[in-house]
Each structure stands twice: as structure tokens, then as C-alpha cells.
């Protein structure tokens, strides 16, 4: 018998690893789509990028920032050029962004820029420019963070004074520390900003920061208009985003009309008196927008990495040899798959979370736009909470996905390190993690007194949970055989993670004069967790219309997220006596936990193949759909510029000189001897 190559062998394993799968992919697929039309979408806008050479990717490991700069420039104008081409919708063009997973200087003004204008511009502003902005006739970015102040809005420095006799807006960085910084497309690309600075009204009174609209760059030259300097802030960390221009900008004194402040809800007449706005959580609209976008972006960012090293790790064999004298399976070792399958259900969760998510926040941002703003203060407080939710769990699962690669997944080729390197910035940008868990500490807090000064009064998205604290429900407290049973049971994990929030939202007001360090963080997660698993109640309901195979495989999935966080929030579940204390308590859960992954184990790779990610859209060599990762690696390191070079660079200038010098000292000590 000819013996089977390794390379041959891992393609056979993950033929294998398809062919018993539980559940229909295409079904799976359909669901993460929202729909099978959605899917089809997706493949044809798939299909035409694929097809086009401006989208190649198999240089981009080997250029330098500059380059990679050019590069993205090219491919943004050339999805501007398909949209028009094939008559895409934003969302469309949006979906080609997404397949792509490239860092583009485009993203700002995508993410930002255009939500601020649909949100807070006049009707006058509007009819001036959106025409420009949505056919991309101007470039914008979103300048709020400074050198000085980040999430602390309030104590920006920039300042926009406004000149009565001139009907005019004076915008200033009065100090080093004002200088906008870290703006995304700022560096080199955009010709318009909307900057974020404080209103000075005539007489010197501070309305505040408001929003306003500077031009930055002619449009005939793209050179930087008088009064403004304008630069890149220079490389990231790790050499994320190293296509996007993060840029900095200070205004000496530049003057812009009256009518370029954002004045949907406040504003300033031609005399100079304040307009106040109805409600002043209106100006929350743009980062809103983003903080609900990053949920799903989290999902598909770990989908990524977990089909990468779910793949990798069904291919690669390592260490025990069965009867056959096969390594075995990466994938098949406890260590590693209760390490990766929880990623696996956070990418599902986070995928239709997110989704649901920013349904419901158009549905507020529509009724904030009538002037219903009951709901903005609550989707703000919940918002703030999902991106520290999602960003740190997609940080963290993303270097622990690169991790159980082993060694090769620190090369590039792996694909999981460009991701980790681009996400890193997420848990600060948008503001700082540890910051916005207090806003939603501040929005807890406000419904708890509430509730319990008028327990008639209706509580809302993120704050059902502290109904628990004056009901009839009696505090569930888990003795055996309980704790045996609950872990079976996604409805009661919900109820569990819901008691866990009101138990320790009761113990942060009771000690609120003198709060633990730590505190804030505890209860914004707490909070945000009970949040997700209602959720993730109201999402395992919606799966009886799915065929029952295919609902019972995300239903496990679900519940896998259920578990995991219960055993997350496992100090909270002993110090409120939810658990008692015992050896047992905490083994169940694990136990449960273990169940659960084996019981999926069997389908992780058919579950990753319904993230749809073709070979090309992936960009990973240890990911590739049919598991030959070694050719895959070999081949990519033939590409290596290094490999394509005859000598050695340096040689004779540098490596040359010290090995003869060695060769040399070498003999004098040996003619010694």
C-alpha cells in the first residue's frame, strides 16, 4: 500500500470532517444572511470583485505603508466605479466593502460621516451638499477626538465662535492638546470634515460642543485650504490600518458661513441667540450608528478567525498516534476545542444580535427624527455596553483563535494576525472601553430609582431585568440537584444572568458611597449580559421556523453562549448566593460546558462553511476550503520579494565584513593552540 502524503491527508480530513454533518449549510447560510436573498446578493457582488484585478491580494503581505495607502485608494475608487456601473445600492456597495475586508480611507466617511449628515443636517445643509456626499463628490471624515480628550466630549478645546457682523463661525485650536487626532481618512484623503467643537455664542457664553462642517482640501488641487494643517498621526501598533490615513488637523482661525453648523436640532440665529434642542441626547446619533454597526462587524470579524482555525486544526495532526499510527486531530484535543467552539457561538450570536440590533435602532433613530426621543437615552446606555461587550470578547477570541494555530499562525499567510492587528484599536476608538462601561452604570442606576419610587413605570430595553428586585419571584439560590438540571436549560441560563444583573446592580447602590475600584465594570457587564441573553431567548424562539435540524444546531450554539457566560460570571453567581458554595456547583457547569462542545464538535466545520467565506475572501493559507494548507503556505512563501532576490541584500556591505572577520579571529585562535 503506498502510504498516504500528510498533504493528502489533510485534504481527506476535511472531506471527512463534511460528510456526516447533522444539519443542511445552505439552510445555516441562509439564516446569517437574513435570508436567502440577502445570500444571493452577497454571491453576486462576490463574483463580480473576485473577477476584477484591482482586487488581487496576493501582494498585500508584501508592501509597505505607502504602497498599501495607493493600494486601497485604487480599490475604493474602483467600487465607486462598480457601484455605478451595476446600479448598487449603498447597502450593496456596503456588502462589497464587507467581501472585500479591506481597510479602506473610504470607511470614515462611509460610517460616519454620511449618518451625521442624514441625522443632523438642516434641511438647507442638505439640499447644499448631500447630493455631493452620497455620489462621493466630497470626501468626509468625522473629527472628534483630540490630542488632549477623547471620550470626554465635554472638555474638547476646539472652539467655534460665532462673528454676528459676518454671520460666520470662527473655528480655533487654541491650544497643542486641541489638535484633532486620529481621525480615519483625515491624513491625506478626505476634502470635508464635520468637526466637533465648543459653540462660543456672542458675549462668550460655551453652548457646549456642537457639530460643524469645514472644508479641508480644494477641490480643484486637493491641497489643504489656508488656515488648516493637516497630516497622518504615522504607523499603528502591530501595523494595523496601515492603508488608513489616521490624521490630525488644527484650524488657525478658520471662518465657515453659519448656515455649516449641524443645525437639524440646535442652532444659532443671524444675531447670535441659541437655539436649544429639544432633547440633548440628539448629537448621540452618529456614534450610535457606529457603536450598533460594530456588533455585527464583531460577529463576521471572528467568523473569520474561527473558520481559520477550526480548518486548520481539523487538517493539523500533532502528538498521540491511534492504531494506525496517525497524530491526531488538533481539533479533537478538550484543550483546544473548548477553546474554540465558544468563539464559534459568540461569531453566531454577534452575527444576528447585531442585526436585530441595528433594526432597532433605525426604528429609534426614525422616531428621534419626529422628535420621539424616549428611547435615544436607553439605546445610547445599551450601545455603550454592546461595544464593550463585543470588542473585548473579539479582541480576546481573536488572539486566542491565532494561538491555537501554534507556530504557524504567527506567519501573515495565516490571515488571523492582520485581523487582530486591525480590530485591536476597536476596545478605544469610539471611546474608551472603561469609559462607556459607566454610561451604562449612570443609565442603570436612573431606572432603578425610578422603578422603585413608581414600580408602575415601564422599563425598557436594557433594564427589564430589575423587575426581578420588587416581584413575586423569589431569588433562585442553586442547591444539588438544581445545579445539575439549570445548565440544560437556556431559559432558566437567561433568568440566572438576569437575577445576576439586579443582585449586583442592588449591591453597587447600596455601597454607591463607597464603590470598589472595579465596580463599574462589573455591572456594565452584568447589565450588558443580561441584555444579550434575553436576546438570545427571543432569537432561540425565532428558530421553531427554521427545519428542526438546522434550529437545533444554532439552538445548541445559542446555548453554548449561554453557558460560557454563565461560567464567566461565575464570582458574581457565588458572592450574590445565586450558588451555593460547593466543589460541585461550578464542576457542573463545566461539565455542562464539555457536553456541549462534544455534542457540536462533530458539525464545526460545516458551521464555519456556512459563513460562506470563499478561498479568496478569506485570504488564509491555513484556512483554505479543501485543507491542503501546506501547499498553500509553500506556495505563498515563493512569493516572498526576499526569495525572488539572486544575492543576499547587504552581503558585501554588511554580513560579508563579519564573516570573514570571525573566519579570521578563528585561525589566529587555532594557530595558537
Not at 498599501?68 to 466605479?81: C, D, G, Q
Not at 476596545?427 to 432603578?448: C, I, P
Not at 445559542?558 to 460541585?584: I, K, M, P, R, W
Request: charged share 20%.
Amino acid at each position: 500500500m503506498t502510504p498516504v502524503s500528510i498533504a493528502e491527508k489533510s485534504a481527506k480530513d476535511m472531506m471527512a470532517a463534511r460528510e456526516n454533518l447533522s444539519f443542511d449549510v445552505e439552510t445555516v447560510r441562509d439564516y446569517l444572511f437574513g435570508g436567502r436573498t440577502n445570500w444571493k446578493t452577497h454571491k453576486k457582488i462576490e463574483d463580480i470583485l473576485k473577477s476584477d484585478p484591482a482586487f488581487d491580494k496576493s501582494q498585500r503581505n508584501f508592501i509597505g505603508r505607502v504602497e498599501a495607502y495607493e493600494r486601497a485608494l485604487a480599490i475604493t475608487n474602483r467600487l465607486v466605479e462598480l457601484q455605478r456601473a451595476h446600479g448598487w445600492s449603498k447597502q450593496e456597495r456596503g456588502q462589497a466593502a464587507f467581501i472585500l475586508s479591506e481597510v479602506l480611507p473610504i470607511t470614515s466617511h462611509d460610517v460616519a460621516f454620511e449618518p451625521v449628515f442624514l441625522g443632523q443636517a438642516s434641511p438647507a445643509m442638505m439640499s447644499e451638499y448631500w447630493d455631493l456626499v452620497s455620489n462621493k463628490g466630497i470626501q468626509g471624515c468625522y473629527l472628534q477626538t483630540e490630542l488632549g480628550h477623547g471620550s470626554n466630549v465635554a472638555c474638547l478645546e476646539t472652539t467655534a465662535t460665532y462673528i454676528p457682523e459676518a454671520h460666520e463661525f470662527d473655528i480655533h485650536s487654541p491650544t497643542l492638546t486641541s489638535t484633532k487626532w486620529w481621525i480615519g481618512g483625515l491624513g491625506k484623503t478626505v476634502t470635508h470634515g464635520i468637526v466637533q467643537a465648543q459653540l462660543i455664542l456672542p458675549g462668550g457664553e460655551n453652548a457646549g460642543p456642537h457639530l460643524f462642517l469645514v472644508q479641508l482640501r480644494s477641490l480643484e488641487d486637493h491641497t489643504t485650504l489656508p488656515g488648516i494643517s493637516i497630516g497622518d498621526i504615522g504607523p499603528k501598533a502591530c501595523g494595523g490600518l496601515a492603508a488608513l490615513d489616521n490624521g490630525y488637523a488644527r484650524f488657525n482661525h478658520v471662518r465657515i458661513p453659519r448656515t455649516n453648523m449641524f443645525s437639524k436640532f440646535a442652532g444659532v440665529t443671524e444675531d447670535g441667540r441659541y437655539i436649544r434642542p429639544r432633547n440633548p441626547k440628539h448629537s448621540f446619533g452618529g456614534m450610535m450608528y457606529i457603536r450598533a454597526s460594530m456588533v455585527t462587524a464583531g460577529g463576521w470579524t471572528l467568523a473569520r478567525a474561527i473558520t481559520i482555525a477550526i480548518r486548520y486544526t481539523t487538517v493539523r495532526r500533532q502528538g498521540e498516534c491511534d492504531e494506525h499510527g496517525l497524530e491526531r486531530q488538533v481539533i479533537r484535543y478538550p484543550s483546544t476545542y473548548y477553546r474554540l467552539l465558544p468563539i464559534l457561538a459568540r461569531a453566531y450570536v454577534f452575527i444576528a444580535l447585531g442585526r436585530q440590533t441595528l433594526k432597532e435602532f433605525t426604528t429609534i433613530t426614525e422616531r428621534s427624527a419626529r422628535g420621539d426621543f424616549t428611547k435615544l437615552s436607553e439605546a445610547h446606555a445599551i450601545l455603550c455596553g454592546l461595544k464593550v461587550l463585543v470588542t473585548n470578547a473579539v479582541v480576546r477570541d481573536l488572539e486566542t483563535a491565532r494561538r491555537a494555530l501554534g507556530g504557524h499562525g504567527y506567519s501573515a499567510f495565516a490571515g488571523i494576525g492582520r485581523l487582530y492587528a486591525d480590530y485591536l484599536p476597536a476596545v478605544t476608538y469610539e471611546g474608551d472601553n472603561f469609559v462607556l462601561d459607566g454610561q451604562v452604570v449612570r443609565a442603570a442606576m436612573k431606572s432603578y430609582h425610578a422603578f422603585m419610587s413608581t414600580p408602575s413605570s415601564p422599563l425598557g430595553l436594557h433594564s427589564s431585568y430589575i423587575r426581578l428586585l420588587k416581584g413575586n419571584d423569589p431569588k433562585p439560590v442553586l442547591k444539588e440537584p438544581t445545579t445539575t438540571t439549570i445548565w440544560q436549560n437556556s431559559n432558566s441560563i437567561v433568568h440566572l444572568l438576569e437575577w445576576r444583573a439586579a443582585l449586583v446592580l442592588s449591591e453597587v447602590v447600596r455601597h454607591v458611597d463607597d464603590l470598589d475600584a472595579n465596580a463599574n465594570q462589573r455591572l456594565s457587564k452584568a447589565v450588558t449580559d443580561a441584555f444579550v441573553a434575553v436576546k438570545i431567548g427571543e432569537m432561540i424562539t425565532g428558530l421553531d421556523a427554521l427545519p428542526r435540524r438546522e434550529g437545533d444546531v444554532i439552538r445548541a450554539l445559542y446555548h453554548l453562549y449561554l453557558l460560557t457566560t454563565a461560567e464567566d460570571a461565575l464570582v458574581d453567581l457565588f458572592s450574590t448566593g445565586l450558588l451555593q458554595q460547593s466543589e460541585s456547583r461550578d464542576r457542573q457547569l463545566r461539565l455542562a460546558i464539555e457536553q456541549q462542545c462534544s455534542r457540536l464538535l462533530p458539525d464545526a466545520v460545516g458551521l464555519t462553511d456556512a459563513f460562506s467565506f470563499s478561498d479568496w475572501a478569506l485570504d488564509s493559507a491555513l484556512g483554505t476550503f479543501d485543507g491542503r494548507v501546506y501547499e498553500e503556505i509553500w506556495r505563498r512563501a515563493q512569493l516572498e520579494p526576499l526569495n525572488q532576490l539572486g544575492n543576499t541584500p547587504g552581503y558585501y556591505e554588511s554580513l560579508r565584513p563579519m564573516l570573514q572577520e570571525g573566519q579570521k579571529l578563528t585561525k589566529r585562535v587555532n594557530s595558537r593552540l
